[in-house]
């Protein structure tokens, strides 16, 4: 069983609280990036807007998400190509003996 622990940080005057089971400088990393994000965020669409900030930093981070997921496919399939040449139809793995 996963060993939780609680974890808490304060952007922008609000106290968030999590429980987490990832190693504690992975956390600390992120949650520090989450809060620089937001301030500077914040600065443009203002302060009381923190629910619009998060959902739009959501939505960028699974966009990036997508499109990390389509470029490892796409190179698994340039990679695949490269290692396993193309099968001729009219060829198979059977071996074949003929009598004379």
Same mark, same amino acid.
């Given at each position: 069983?996963?060993? $939780? ?6 952007? +922008?005057?609000?106290? $968030? ?23 500077? $965020?914040?600065?443009? #669409? ?32 340039? #990679?695949?190509? +490269? ?13 074949? #003996?003929?009598?004379?």
């Amino acid at each position: 069983m996963a060993d $939780y622990r609680s974890v808490e940080i304060e952007i +922008l005057g609000e106290t $968030y609280k999590y429980k987490v089971d990832e190693p504690e400088e992975v956390i600390n990393k992120i949650l520090e990036a989450i809060k620089v994000d937001v301030e500077d $965020y914040s600065e443009s #669409f203002g302060k009381s807007k923190v629910n619009h900030i998060l959902l739009l930093m959501l939505l960028n981070e699974k966009l990036n998400t997508i499109k990390a997921k389509n470029q490892i496919k796409e190179i698994i399939k340039k #990679f695949d190509s +490269l290692v396993e040449p193309p099968k001729n139809e009219d060829q198979t793995n059977e071996t074949v #003996f003929y009598w004379e």
